[in-house]
């Protein structure tokens, strides 16, 4: 878990990124995130390396150790939210658990997460993890709203839910 995962793509600094795809340096000119706290529902943060990164962490799901201390998807997220809003509050909120793929415990894992971000005012959650099956849909959704109902805005992916502001990832 301690090496470094590189990817590779041919001509990447001739390709299309976030930059110019979504305009981020004329956005950078009114704003950065400066007083913006966002909550990333995710896993392996790799907080013990990245400490500086984050400005909170929590964990809904009692993980073991070396699950909080490697550094992948939850940490590939925050370094991206880093650079496109630099100035933002990060706070990490690992609630995702491949030890137990169990649908009803990720689910609960995501209302607690919801819960701890509503306690703690964050402004923005983003979860960027699979969807849940048909039967849970409607439990997932009402989490979602009790987070809308507290002026947090959602963006998660593979989420439909009308309180759900970007519910789908840029595909071609």
């Keep these: 878990m301690d090496q470094i995962f590189n990817i590779f793509f041919p001509n990447a600094n001739s390709r299309e990124t976030y930059f110019t795809i979504h305009n981020i340096k004329t956005a950078h000119l009114y704003g950065k995130g400066k007083g913006v706290k966002v909550g990333i529902i995710d896993w392996l ?4 390396r990245y400490k500086p990164l984050y400005h909170g962490f929590v ?10 201390n490697s550094a992948e998807h939850g940490y590939w997220m925050a370094s991206v939210l880093k650079e496109i809003a630099p100035e933002c509050e990060i706070h ?3 609630a995702c658990n491949n030890v137990n793929p169990d649908e009803e415990l990720r689910l609960g894992y995501l209302e607690a997460a919801i819960d701890w971000a509503i306690e703690n005012n964050i402004d923005i ?8 099956s048909k039967g849970n849909i409607n439990r997932r959704n009402q989490a979602i709203k009790k987070a809308a109902e507290q002026n947090i805005i959602t963006t998660f992916i593979h989420c439909d ?3 759900n502001l970007w519910p789908y990832g840029c595909y071609p």
């Design 161 to 163: 839910s009308t309180d």
């Design 125 to 132: 959650l983003t979860y960027s993890q699979a969807n849940f």
């Design 59 to 68: 964990d809904v799901t009692n993980s073991e150790p070396e699950v909080l």
């Design 92 to 94: 990490a909120i690992n």
């Design 45 to 48: 943060f790799g907080i013990d």
